[in-house]
């Protein structure tokens, strides 16, 4: 088991496997001079005041002041380094061909004509607004109780509730955004095409603007302002959800071959093992997917914008690079706006976790992308046309890149994290890999794998890849539950709406 893990040969820096006293030597001559906390960071050589600090091969930050053989690096030490342009980056200079063999080429999943492939059979009922939550959240515990346990094929009742669809800004330019979700969301590929919407009556969200004006028929849509009291409501919503799920019921999963698949990545709660485990091992899983002919989403724009440059060097035309120095900028400006740059990103926790700023952060979540080819880049939201590796932007924040990978279409969603969370999504199942052996052992029963035997040096990044693809593809079967679907650990879904409220 080793001491420390130091990633490139450029690199001043290492970091700490586990809790480290002061006084120990761990390299010759590279003695602790502090007491340096696990996944923390420590100075190979001496430092002078602005110097560069470098891990992953690049400059975190510069020193501010000097800092010295073995001491303890942290987050106030560093000055941050301006962002790189995103102006005129090179594309199409890294593009990598020879990925690792996918050892499997199909999966069984429920066949979606002209999209993507389920992973569940889900009953999704939508909401055209917020207002209806209450009502509708009875409902579904009925149907849960009384209908659902007679269709033995569905697998769940899922109310897509939220915080959209009046008192908003409906025309503002930037009400694109939620929109766009909660139209995709209604599409998803586990609710099988089955549309049912609750709405209300007097929102600005109309059902012709969510589902389209075809789709708005008796049929699939409840009016509760149209409804004779509360019972009446119970009973008009049940009634309806019987009907779809007898349709629902007929459903039946197929062997289908990769390019069905769709997934998304994200990371939340990281440390500074994150980048070493978790990550790369999810990008090793990620390029056996793409090599199999599957799609597999990242995401997180603050969490890419520090690294744009090595992602735009993937990039497969001109046209896929302009789309990320686009996004780039979008949302360079929304922070702007909001008087913060992305070193608002890092939380308490993952300074804790020695992470010291956003470079150090955006360097490990880049790893989950693995060396794929980009071949597409997305809107936040938006449903992607091109199979492989694609980056769709997105809010960093767990729960709302959850809905906006989602509102893409992802049939599962892999997520890494180093200090833990418990987060989880209704309408996909969400898979957790954790970047240390502390994390699966204090949460033995949320966790699915432990990338940690890569920190200490026991399986190299294509052991747990190879083990996280081979899970991926079980849960997608639905052979296998990750634990955040066996406890139905599912967070309220935050659409992303930088529109005003009115
Ligand atoms: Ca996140």
């Not at 800092?67 to 005129?88: F, H, Q, T």
């Not at 990039?315 to 896929?320: G, L, Y």
């Not at 997520?415 to 999504?425: A, K």
């Amino acid at each position: 088991m080793r001491d420390y893990v130091k990633l490139t040969d450029r690199d001043n820096v290492a970091v700490v496997t586990h809790d480290t006293p002061k006084g120990v030597e761990l390299l010759p001559g590279v003695v602790t001079r502090d007491e340096i906390p696990q996944a923390h960071k420590f100075a190979l050589v001496d430092i002078p005041k602005d110097g560069e600090v470098i891990r992953y091969g690049v400059v975190l930050g510069y020193a501010l002041d000097e800092i010295k053989k073995g001491a303890w690096i942290n987050e106030y030490m560093l000055r941050l380094p301006v962002s790189p342009s995103v102006d005129n980056m090179p594309w199409g200079v890294n593009i990598k061909k020879d990925l690792p063999q996918a050892p499997r080429k199909t999966f069984l999943g429920y066949r979606n004509p002209g999209f993507y492939a389920g992973t569940r059979n889900i009953l999704g009922i939508q909401t055209t607004v917020q207002c209806v939550e209450g009502v509708l959240n009875v409902a579904v515990e009925k149907i849960k109780r009384e209908l659902l346990p007679k269709y033995k094929n569905v697998d769940d009742v899922t109310a897509v509730t939220h915080a959209y669809g009046c008192g908003v800004a409906i025309k503002a330019p930037n009400a694109k955004f939620p929109i766009r979700a909660l139209q995709n969301i209604a599409k998803h590929p586990n609710f099988g095409g089955q549309l049912m919407v609750v709405s209300l009556g007097c929102e600005k969200l109309t059902v012709d603007m969510l589902v389209g004006e075809e789709n708005n028929t008796p049929e699939n849509v409840i009016v509760l302002q149209d409804c004779k009291g509360f019972d009446a409501m119970i009973s008009a919503i049940c009634d309806m959800a019987e009907k779809k799920l007898k349709i629902l019921n007929e459903r039946r999963r197929e062997e289908l071959p990769l390019s069905d698949l769709l997934i998304g990545m994200q990371c939340g709660g990281s440390d500074a093992f994150s980048g070493v485990s978790a990550n790369p091992s999810a990008g090793y899983a990620a390029d056996m997917l793409v090599q199999g002919g599957a799609t597999v989403l990242f995401s997180e724009i603050t969490e890419v914008r520090d690294g744009v440059h090595l992602i735009a060097e993937r990039c497969v035309s001109e046209e896929v690079r302009n789309k990320l120095a686009d996004e780039m900028r979008w949302y360079d400006k929304y922070l702007l706006d909001g008087e913060v740059d992305r070193s608002a990103n890092p939380t308490p926790g993952n300074k804790k976790g020695g992470l010291s700023n956003i470079v150090e952060k955006a360097m490990g979540s880049i790893a989950k992308s693995g060396t794929s080819p980009i071949v597409e880049v997305l809107s936040p939201a938006e449903r992607p046309t091109k199979h492989g590796e694609i980056y769709a932007a997105t809010p960093a924040s767990d729960i709302v890149c959850g809905p906006c990978q989602l509102a893409s279409g992802i049939g599962l969603q892999v997520f890494m994290t180093g200090r833990g969370t418990p987060y989880g999504l209704a309408a996909a199942p969400v898979i957790k890999v954790c970047s240390r052996n502390e994390m699966k052992e204090q949460w033995p029963d949320i966790i699915d794998i432990s990338a940690g035997d890569v920190v200490t040096g026991e399986k190299n990044i294509s052991d747990v890849g190879t083990e996280l693809f081979n899970f991926i593809l079980d849960v997608a079967s639905g052979i296998k539950q990750p634990y955040s679907e066996k406890y139905k650990l599912h967070n309220y879904l935050c659409i992303f709406n930088p529109a005003p409220i009115t």
